[in-house]
């Protein structure tokens, strides 16, 4: 097989990889947010369970996640494995990408001054009105920086979807590797991955310094 082929071959999983990247960032990111808002929680049970999730989320491998998804129902309730398994990988993936968002933004909002609630509480703010308005924009600016580490590692471990034999662009190169016994697909798919990464890494610089006006 010549390399263009190869090359050829493997673009057609590109778009699947897009997806998982896209689709988990879609649903991850707001979920995240409210995440971090119950772990933020003044009642003790709803902040211990929400603990307890980022915990076994953060403390159990992506592949393992994966599995349990994608075949859980199978061997627990005797469900259908789904036919689309973009399904089951969007949804381990936005969980678990979800917990370390959580603990992200969490951060980032334990770190903004009290004094700045106050303020707005005394200029007749609602809560709803002082967080959006006021604390969230500070909140990402703060927390970019960690958000785009997370996103490029995303762009990385959709590669795991292998794992469930989804036919991403990684599942693809691995079976041209397999059948060809070349270590070239590899090749091929790390500067995939490399692209990829590089235009992440452009597109959240430049975000970065659109939002430098908050300093």
Not at 46 to 75: E, K
Not at 99 to 107: H, L
Not at 115 to 126: D, F, N, P, R, T
Not at 194 to 199: K, S, V
């Amino acid at each position: 097989m010549s390399l263009l082929t190869m090359i050829l071959k493997m673009s057609e999983g590109l778009g699947k990889t897009c997806a998982i990247f896209f689709l988990t960032l879609l649903f991850s990111l707001p979920l995240g947010m409210v995440v971090a808002l119950l772990r933020m929680s003044r009642s003790k049970i709803i902040s211990s369970i929400m603990r307890f999730f980022i915990t076994v989320l953060r403390g159990t491998p992506l592949m393992l996640q994966l599995l349990a998804v994608t075949y859980g129902p199978y061997y627990l309730f005797g469900a259908t494995v789904a036919r689309n398994k973009l399904i089951p990988v969007v949804i381990a993936f936005a969980i678990n990408y979800a917990a370390y968002f959580a603990e992200i933004y969490r951060g980032g909002i334990e770190s903004i001054p009290v004094g700045q609630y106050e303020a707005a509480e005394v200029l007749g703010y609602s809560k709803f009105q002082t967080f959006m308005r006021i604390i969230l924009p500070q909140v990402i600016k703060r927390i970019l920086p960690s958000v785009t580490n997370e996103v490029v590692t995303l762009v990385k471990d959709t590669s795991m979807a292998f794992t469930v034999s989804y036919q991403e662009m990684f599942t693809i190169g691995k079976q041209i590797a397999n059948s060809q016994t070349s270590f070239m697909p590899f090749v091929v798919a790390g500067v995939f991955y490399y692209l990829f990464n590089a235009i992440v890494d452009y597109v959240m610089g430049r975000i970065e310094k659109r939002l430098d006006y908050y300093r």
